[in-house]
């Protein structure tokens, strides 16, 4: 049974407009979530995350939204670039019992980003 | 400074045969995390060691896996004997002090048993 869900498989959107990615999550012991890029032939990147204390973390074009109530998260990046062109890893972390280095990943976004 | 390496990038086997993965830790970190991507499953954690030490391998498919670090920087992830259904790409990573944020991937290995 997944825990954390990204239902859209891809997203296709314009240069220099907003791209939203979208994930769910079901354990309520999730305490910290992440996002990681990953490009063809490369190992994950981590983007950006956010504590479960916050609703909001930004980083130059890309901003982490929570809603704990939820149980959802999205990454914002605007303006989109072709370069952000990757397939978008939700991840998150402390499902209880002292696992805070275990990650559970969702299945990922591809978003491509055209010119 | 050099990521973590894995070797090799790609490995095409038939089944039966025994399998090693092997990954380089990026010098000064002390945890590894072994990952394996598959389509149906997504990213999926196998074994985490913490200071050379198994600290979860809850993970592992079956006793045809085996991990080990025999040494700090260095791990090794072998499937014996190997089965069309381990074909996957199998992803390590390292951290300091296994703190999930700070996990850094390698390239991977991409697994093709015939």
């Known amino acids: 049974d997944q825990q954390v869900k990204q239902n859209s498989p891809s997203l296709s959107v314009q240069e220099g407009r907003i791209s939203i990615l979208n994930c769910d999550y079901t354990?309520?012991?999730?305490?910290?979530f992440l996002w990681y890029k990953k490009y063809p032939a490369e190992g994950p990147t981590f983007l950006i995350s956010?504590?479960?204390?916050?609703d909001k973390n930004e980083d130059g074009r890309f901003t982490v939204f929570l809603n704990k109530s939820a149980k959802h998260l999205s990454l914002h990046i605007v303006p989109s670039q072709p370069g952000d062109s990757a397939v978008y890893f939700c991840a998150a972390s402390g499902g209880g019992g002292g696992s805070n280095y275990k990650l559970t990943f969702g299945k990922g976004t591809l978003l491509t980003v055209n010119p | 400074d050099a990521g973590v390496i894995q070797s090799p990038r790609h490995e095409v086997t038939e089944m039966g045969q025994e399998v090693t993965l092997r990954c380089k830790l990026i010098s000064g970190h002390n945890s590894l995390f072994w990952y394996r991507q598959t389509m149906m499953r997504g990213l999926e954690l196998l074994i985490y060691?913490?200071?050379?030490?198994?600290?979860?391998d809850s993970g592992m498919p079956e006793d045809r896996f085996s991990a080990k670090m025999p040494n700090a920087s260095f791990s090794t992830l072998k499937i014996q004997p190997s089965e069309p259904r381990d074909s996957a790409v199998y992803f390590c990573a390292s951290s300091l002090a296994g703190h999930a944020d700070t996990q850094y991937f390698g390239p991977g290995t991409r697994l093709t048993v015939l």
């Open positions: 956010i504590s479960s204390i916050k």
């Open positions: 354990n309520s012991m999730f305490d910290y």
């Open positions: 060691f913490n200071n050379n030490v198994p600290i979860d």
